[in-house]
């Protein structure tokens, strides 16, 4: 007998079934009836989500060990003994409001894709693995993608453990002890895996809005985030000629204005953003006296990253001239972008239009647990759309026919990656 | 005996020991020693400071009546008791953060003229009187001016003491009447002043500026407050390509910078300010969903003030059409301004001059119980220099030399107009 491996497909009922299990911990609904998932790293619900994940695993055969950060990973052995695992997997932690694809998807399309190989009985030469990281959204702890951070050795365990929740002040190593996941495998990891691949939700509206169904993930943006603390001089409205103002809110408009510009003007994958603004004192009739705000720049390319840096600190140093006020810069984070494997990112290419999707070569504006796993393997990444390009919202949604194109690719992947083992051969 | 009235002068050492005295009730000691007052209107402090006024009153010998909404008025009777009297006046509340001139030096240097015709035995034909009104801030009770505006008719007493209080919801009538100053005088009162004039520091920075004493205030600047929610499409910082954000953080700043050139290109007196400005979310990585602003516009001339608003208008349709926002406008605010009587401003421009100060003509930026008398009765105001431009700010300050220039020039206003008697004749 033989199994003709490219026609395998996944059971699309059975993966949203698991999704819509996961997400029912820490569930959160909204206003419209939106299922939503408030699972937050390290929590009673992050505990009953991995609790839940790990039942699965085990259901389905994996040997599961959990390392000294949390980090979960169970494997599916291989044929041969001597080769490293292909790995899938992604996280099972949210945001306070968010949804039930954003990294679950990565984790039990996993699963999926397991499942089907155990299915149809199909070996493979390389162990097959499926992975959960500790705390990627940052949302409790920072910094993000900690627990694939030090799985790939790029932060000390130690560090880590020490690190503070943002919400309560409690220790990380502490709130691993307390629910269960301080694991006695040693992180880092003793060896990298054979490769990485994770599926995840776009959480941007592109492949929406070009009516592509899958993203092929050529890396992740690089990012530079500054606070600028704008101070001028607070006036009455009234009573103060504009001629005589000091003015930071104007200030803070410009640059508002003027990063957009840059943006603009630069093309390909730059982005700008100003997310937040505070003005002080706040008040109708009064030039403020202060105002800051944050200025977030994205490109995938670092040359062209420190390019538009430089223009909106000119663009800074010009306005403080001009209007008189001061302006102090604070770097909030900066990332350097991340490239994944050529090869890795033609065979998702290929693969999916192999399956016959239309397909999109496209960076990841968001951090991703496969950025870190490209310091020490091929990764590629697998993007689905995201309805209204949402996510980090309870609102967050993904078809179910956009969720199998994005499993079925995976899975077709990793048989790529993992080289099957034809029972009759 | 006759008296040279043009040589008159008042004694700054008596008005700034009052307004020494009077700022010690609710004084406030900023951090490095500045002595700012926060008196709020109908306070324990508002009471204290009314009786000590009402102290200084009697011991000059005026007769003093409390009207139903609080205003007091101190009358020094005049020779021909057909006339109507000359009024000085101000108010002496402040808001939290105040300084001790804004208002009180009205009152206090109405005062001090009195004490100065006392001292020098000068008999005038009108009366002239001495008035503080309720609550002109509207830091505690909205609307600001309204003991002043119940004055002339302009709100309904049983609306006004139906004002709630913004910090603790008390009633301005019930307030009143705890504090002892629900008085038997009827308001509106029952027939107008012959003229009315008030001292005030300037609150700005123009005086300053030009090294000028004393300002001649033609009118107060028409009042345009508008409060805008732009609602745009929350999305997340990196996943989001440029061309596809519906942003109201940056239409907000356009519009910023728009009502700047607006006023700009228009020149003259005209000015606008972007005062309050708050995102939402407001978080670094998240284009916000929504904005809100306020724009405050103001001019001396009506139809400049309504050509303002219609370019603001536009620029909000503009912008709105452009970036794919809804831009909702809800007024918060709108006075049209207010002339002064022409020959009151020409007198005391003549006056200032005659005692040898610099002088320029100016409106004023913020609202004065005077904009109310001049609904009834012929007005002008006298501006002295604020140091900085600061007021509402403990900070605020002006010196003894300006105080005095001020009030020499109340002083010789105010005798030209309730016509000296001289006791010789």
């Known amino acids: 007998m033989t199994i003709d491996h490219g026609a395998l497909r996944v059971d699309i009922d059975r993966l949203v079934g698991r999704l819509d299990a996961l997400g029912e911990i820490g569930a959160v609904l909204g206003p419209e009836g939106e299922r939503g998932c408030a699972r937050l790293a390290l929590t009673d619900d992050d505990r009953l989500g991995r609790d839940l994940v790990i039942g699965w695993m085990r259901d389905l055969g994996l040997s599961v060990t959990i390392d000294a950060v949390g980090n979960v990973v169970g494997v599916r052995s291989g044929e041969d003994p001597s080769l490293a695992p292909v790995m899938m997997g992604s996280h099972i932690d949210t945001v306070r409001t968010g949804g039930r694809f954003d990294g679950n998807l990565g984790v039990l399309g996993g699963l999926e894709v397991v499942e089907t190989l155990e299915q149809h009985g199909l070996r493979t030469q390389h162990p097959v693995a499926v992975a959960y990281f500790t705390n990627e959204e940052g949302a409790r702890f920072q910094p993000d993608m900690l627990g694939s951070l030090v799985y790939v050795g790029g932060m000390a365990l130690e560090e880590a453990l020490d690190v503070r929740a943002a919400d309560d002040g409690a220790r990380l190593g502490d709130?691993?002890?307390?629910?269960?996941?301080?694991?006695?495998?040693?992180?880092?990891?003793?060896?990298?895996?054979?490769?990485?691949?994770?599926?995840?939700?776009?959480?941007?509206p592109v492949l929406e809005d070009e009516g592509i169904t899958i993203g092929v993930v050529t890396g992740v943006q690089g990012i530079s985030w500054t606070e600028l603390t704008i101070t001028g001089r607070s006036a009455h409205a009234g009573t103060t000629p504009m001629r005589l103002r000091v003015d930071p809110g104007y200030v803070a408009a410009e640059i508002t204005a003027g990063v957009r510009a840059i943006a603009r003007q630069m093309g390909g994958s730059q982005v700008a953003t100003v997310g937040r603004c505070e003005f002080s004192p706040n008040l109708v009739n009064v030039v403020p006296a202060k105002v800051t705000m944050t200025v977030d720049l994205r490109n995938t390319d670092e040359h062209l990253l420190q390019q538009a840096e430089r223009r909106f600190e000119h663009l800074c140093e010009t306005l403080a001239a001009d209007e008189g006020v001061t302006v102090e810069r604070r770097t909030l984070a900066r990332f350097e972008p991340v490239e994944f494997d050529e090869r890795m990112v033609d065979l998702v290419h290929a693969t999916a239009t192999r399956l016959g999707h239309s397909t999109l070569r496209m960076p990841s504006g968001a951090g991703h647990d496969a950025q870190m796993l490209a310091r020490v393997c091929p990764t590629s990444m697998v993007f689905v759309p995201s309805v209204n390009g949402l996510s980090h919202n309870i609102a967050e949604f993904t078809g179910a026919a956009d969720l199998q194109a994005g499993a079925d690719v995976l899975l077709q992947v990793v048989l790529e990656l993992a080289r099957p083992v034809d029972p009759a051969v």
């Open 175 to 204: 709130e691993l002890a307390r629910i269960g996941y301080a694991g006695p495998t040693p992180c880092p990891a003793a060896g990298a895996p054979h490769a990485f691949v994770e599926l995840h939700i776009e959480q941007g």
